[in-house]
């Protein structure tokens, strides 16, 4: 093939992205070694886009096996060697390797940030043959055409080695914590109870337990608090309105019957209205954060769900990258060509024209900064394909904050009317907006209600319909949600934006919460009560946010990664001496939390038969099939059972049958949709369907 | 000794460390109640009991000091 430029990405997609646009026909040729492909652009020299597969090395142990800790001592792998399941590693980096030997000028265009920067960084020194050091970098944030010409017209002269520094200390303090306490934890049951469960923890998933247990103790020890509000009805102009009593909290029943006396009966006046004008900015440009926060409260999709969509949609060149931590949308990625390829779409013709006419265009922009890429905007490229629905929503919502931005603020008016009734204050509140500003733009996605009061006058008497007293209670503590523990973890700094959605995953892998609005299960209790009393340096959030601003300084060459190294292992060794001589304490307490975890994630509820023991899924010594039983058979007082489905997996869902009230069950079977059974062979849903299709 | 509650080992007053927190919990909310509604202790512990807010391990010891009759 002759001497040519050997192009490194991270990804397939990416690639193919990448060879087209440094074609200068556009049309790169798809190549293929061992399954492995690649490309061939022409350009003026021949150019081979390889991509590799995510991170093909990985940071393992220099003594084989897993049955060990403490390990501090630790080298770079492929990823076949340390891993089981990885065998399509080895045929790929056996491609790059053949590739690399015809080369004589080697790019790294890996997406630029740390794991980017670590990908190729190995591809380079270990596939390559040490080539880290003579390769170019691209430095680009989205996979349009015109941008990746750009990057590759302008070569950085060598890696981000500072990134790459960063990146490698990063892997390497996380392998340390992770795979000794990880050891430690799963050897100690392991060992005490002769079953195997993998038990982990880490640097971020230790100090993110620790604040939902809080969470969790806390709702679980909550005693509610009464307290009592008023309202009252009001008719102005033949409409009714709700008006909230002065005081929004009565403490005491007394004190509220003492209110509901004075007032029933009695007509009101209106003694004041003030009416407040104000503006309402523009939000902030999405950084990955704020995106994941909006795409959980908008349309229910987890941190980790948004940032894989968002992922198809950068590969897909029609959103710029979006593992920024940015708030800022510089000048160059020209606002207006944006826009006016985005006006090509009917549904935001008229919003983007309505942009493109102004003089300036400025974005409402943030504090936050990233030194590698803006915040997260749409290129202005135009889906090629279908996008599924999920990407459709993403895309838009992107799009439509992307405009909202460069709007004027809205202006707001509240009204704030205060009715006297008999010597006691109430308050009828109104909101409405004057003019909509960046309101429009961004439509769908706002959450401002309107209520519009009808025209009224200071003195004016009004008729009060009815005066309610409602008993209330405190409420407890909210649970996290994926969302709401993303940005606590945001908010503590610990964890990076690319890995905080999978450590909140690992968490529910574990089994150490469940839900979506998450409960920790006494597994996950146990653990952190086994983290807390013999190693709280490593659910410390102070620590884990220390050596995180540590890591960063790498990043700024005023740290070195060999200290933080240091650091790690200082901080390490004492935790996991402490672990290894407690192994049997440990181990026990563990195990038996494991088992319990075991016999929860079985238990259905209530058995509505005997009401004193518990239904379960249990499996027949004779037959080996599953049915529920109650655990009242076991002490010869209840012999109550219920068939099961064989096939897929069976597991309590926690809720009721809204006919019997019986407690029910989730099915699920590969192939089929899964279904809530209601197992009571005499639930009347049951029979009134059986009618229903005998109708039909 | 085991807690009055659950089968964890209990570390004062007879409860273990998860529920003394949720017992503390339930004697400091009393006053609260008492100014609230006028009740004595033992209406204060059936209301809570049965109160669909109640956090479980506070359930757990209000359902325990009633049976138990601790005033």
Redesign the interface.
Do not use: G, S
């Given at each position: 093939m002759g001497k040519y430029t050997l192009v490194v990405t991270e990804k397939p997609d990416a690639a193919q992205r990448i060879a087209s646009a440094l074609d200068s026909r556009g049309k790169a040729k798809k190549m293929e070694d061992n399954g492995v492909p690649y490309y061939i652009a022409n350009r003026d020299r021949k150019i081979v886009v390889v991509p590799a597969l995510g991170h093909l090395y990985t940071v393992a142990g220099e003594r084989s096996g897993r049955n060990y800790y403490p390990v501090f001592n630790f080298r770079w792998v492929p990823r076949y060697v340390a891993e089981r399941g990885a065998k399509q590693i080895r045929t790929w980096i056996e491609t790059i390797s053949k590739l690399a030997k015809d080369a004589d000028l080697f790019v790294d265009a890996c997406d630029y940030d740390i794991e980017g920067s670590i990908i190729g960084y190995c591809v380079l020194k270990y596939a390559c043959g040490n080539k880290e050091n003579v390769s170019k970098r691209m430095k680009y944030s989205t996979l349009t055409k015109g941008e990746l010409e750009k990057s590759y017209a302008e070569l950085l002269p060598r890696l981000d080695f500072a990134l790459i520094e960063a990146g490698r200390a990063r892997h390497e303090v996380d392998w340390l914590y992770g795979v000794n306490l990880s050891r430690a934890l799963t050897m100690s049951a392991r060992d005490w109870s002769g079953k195997y469960a993998t038990l982990s923890t880490g640097r971020v998933q230790g100090p993110t337990l620790k604040f939902l247990v809080a969470r969790e103790?806390?709702?679980?020890?909550?005693?509610?608090?009464?307290?009592w509000s008023i309202k009252a009805e009001i008719e102005i102009a033949g409409s009714i309105f709700e008006a909230e009593y002065e005081k929004t909290t009565i403490?005491?029943?007394?004190e509220a019957d003492a209110a509901i006396k004075a007032c029933k009966g009695k007509n009101g006046k209106i003694e004041k209205i003030d009416i407040k004008k104000f503006r309402q900015m523009p939000p902030k440009p999405f950084d990955l954060g704020a995106l994941q926060s909006e795409a959980y409260s908008l349309f229910g999709y987890t941190p980790m769900r948004t940032s894989n969509i968002a992922q198809r949609l950068y590969l897909a060149a029609l959103i710029s990258y979006p593992r920024t931590s940015s708030q800022k949308l510089p000048q160059s990625i020209n606002y207006k060509t944006i826009l006016k390829n985005l006006s090509k779409v009917s549904q935001y013709k008229k919003l983007a024209a309505e942009l493109l006419v102004k003089e300036q265009l400025k974005p409402n922009e943030g504090k936050k900064e990233d030194p590698a890429h803006p915040a997260i905007y749409p290129t202005g490229n135009l889906p090629e394909g279908e996008l599924d629905d999920s990407e459709r929503k993403l895309w838009d919502l992107v799009v439509r904050r992307f405009m909202s931005v460069f709007g004027e603020p809205a202006l707001r008016q509240s009204v704030k009317v205060s009715i006297n009734v008999a010597g006691h204050r109430f308050h009828l509140r109104g909101r409405q907006t004057l003019e909509e500003g960046w309101l429009r733009f961004y439509g769908p996605y706002v959450r401002s209600e309107e209520v519009l009061l009808p025209p009224i006058k200071e003195g004016q008497a009004v008729r009060v319909k009815k005066v309610i007293l409602e008993d209330k209670?405190v409420?407890?503590p909210p649970r996290y949600n994926p969302a709401s523990l993303l940005k606590m973890m945001e908010k503590a700094e610990i964890g990076t934006k690319a890995t905080r959605a999978g450590i909140i995953q690992t968490l529910y892998d574990r089994k150490y919460i469940r839900d979506e609005r998450m409960i920790v299960t006494d597994l996950g209790?146990e653990v952190l009560e086994v983290l807390e009393k013999y190693c709280p340096a490593v659910v410390s959030v102070k620590l884990t946010k220390e050596l995180e601003e540590k890591m960063n300084k790498i990043q700024l060459n005023s740290e070195k990664r060999e200290n933080i190294l240091v650091d790690a292992v200082e901080i390490l060794k004492p935790v996991v001496e402490k672990l290894k001589e407690k192994e049997k304490v440990i181990g026990e307490q563990l195990s038996k939390a494991i088992k319990r975890a075991r016999i929860e994630e079985r238990i259905i509820g209530a058995c509505p038969i005997c009401k004193t023991g518990k239904l379960m899924i249990l499996y027949s010594r004779k037959t080996g099939k599953r049915f529920i039983g109650c655990t009242n058979y076991f002490k010869n007082l209840c012999k109550t059972s219920f068939p099961l489905p064989q096939k897929g997996t069976v597991r309590p869902t926690g809720k009721m049958c809204r006919r019997c009230d019986w407690p029910m069950v989730l099915v699920r079977i590969r192939g089929r949709r899964p279904w809530n059974l209601c197992f009571n062979p005499d639930c009347p849903l049951k029979e009134e369907r059986r009618e229903r299709r005998k109708d039909e | 000794m085991k807690c009055s509650v659950c089968d964890r080992e209990s570390v004062q007053e007879g409860f273990c460390e998860l529920h003394k927190k949720a017992y503390e919990n339930v004697l400091k909310k009393y006053d609260l109640w008492k100014k609230a509604l006028e009740i004595s202790w033992k209406e204060y512990l059936s209301e809570v009991a049965k109160n669909p807010l109640t956090g479980e391990w506070a359930r757990e010891v209000a359902e325990y000091l009633r049976k138990s009759g601790d005033n």
């Open positions: 103790k806390a709702i679980r020890c909550f005693v509610p608090i009464p307290f403490e005491t029943k007394k209670f409420k407890p209790f | -």
